[in-house]
């Protein structure tokens, strides 16, 4: 298996674009998480699925920030409007199960000017 | 809200000598606790997995060990090498599925 894949690896953008990250779990792997990772806050939980329903995503941290995941092999985090702040490399992760070994992707790093 | 911290956040040792990464967490309620290897600007390699049914876990020259009860964790990394510097995480699976981080430790390893 080629392992988690995320796109694209980078992207700028400017002020108030939206902005679309895209994910390919692990095949067969049922759960899949959304992190953001800075210098500042480190990793960050965004959100996580489970057989493509969200359980949680107390970590969104705005109205602007959407997950979607309309199938088992692909998924979506959307910032609209995008703002300088959201600058940061996000990771999207998967496991066989809620409770099993994570293994992430090689991150996408947003740069938004 | 699980609460995981890495001590120390940076370490630098010569080449050979044995590494101990420390990790603790706050809530002992975890269905296993994962380390991860993060090199530079990629993303993260998981090494290990133990699960809270388990003391420790062996990989080659890596060993990690976990004491639920006192919420703590240890990666010990035996005769390292220069090719072990990198940023070692711990990470927690708190019994709501979450996966809760450690800042990290960065570890240099002198030739």
């Known amino acids: 298996d080629a392992g988690v894949i995320q796109s694209p690896r980078h992207e700028v953008t400017e002020m108030g674009q939206e902005v679309t990250l895209r994910c390919k779990p692990i095949?067969?792997?049922?759960?899949l998480f959304w992190y953001r990772q800075t210098m500042m806050r480190g990793l960050e939980l965004l959100i996580y699925?489970?057989?493509?329903?969200?359980?949680?995503d107390s970590g969104m941290p705005e109205d602007r920030f959407s997950a979607k995941m309309p199938n088992a092999s692909f998924s979506t985090l959307k910032i609209q409007p995008s703002e300088p702040r959201d600058s940061a490399v996000y990771f999207c992760?998967?496991?066989?199960?809620?409770?099993?070994?994570?293994?992430f992707g090689q991150g996408t790093r947003l740069t938004v000017v | 809200k699980q609460e995981v911290t890495q001590i120390p956040a940076a370490l630098s040792v010569p080449e050979g000598e044995n590494l101990v990464l420390n990790c603790s967490f706050t809530?002992?309620?975890?269905?296993?606790l994962q380390w991860f290897r993060q090199d530079p600007g990629k993303g993260l390699t998981s090494l290990l997995l133990?699960?809270?049914?388990?003391r420790e876990q062996t990989s080659g020259r890596l060993n990690a060990s976990l004491d639920k009860s006192s919420g703590r964790s240890t990666l010990y990394i035996a005769a390292s090498q220069p090719g072990d510097s990198a940023t070692y995480l711990c990470?927690?699976?708190?019994?709501?599925?979450?996966?809760?981080f450690g800042a990290g430790t960065t570890v240099t390893v002198r030739a």
């Open positions: 809530d002992s309620a975890i269905y296993n």
């Open positions: 992760a998967s496991s066989p199960g809620p409770s099993t070994e994570a293994f």
């Open positions: 990470a927690a699976r708190s019994n709501d599925y979450k996966l809760s």
């Open positions: 133990i699960q809270s049914s388990q």
């Open positions: 699925f489970n057989n493509n329903v969200p359980i949680d």
């Open positions: 095949s067969g792997h049922n759960s």
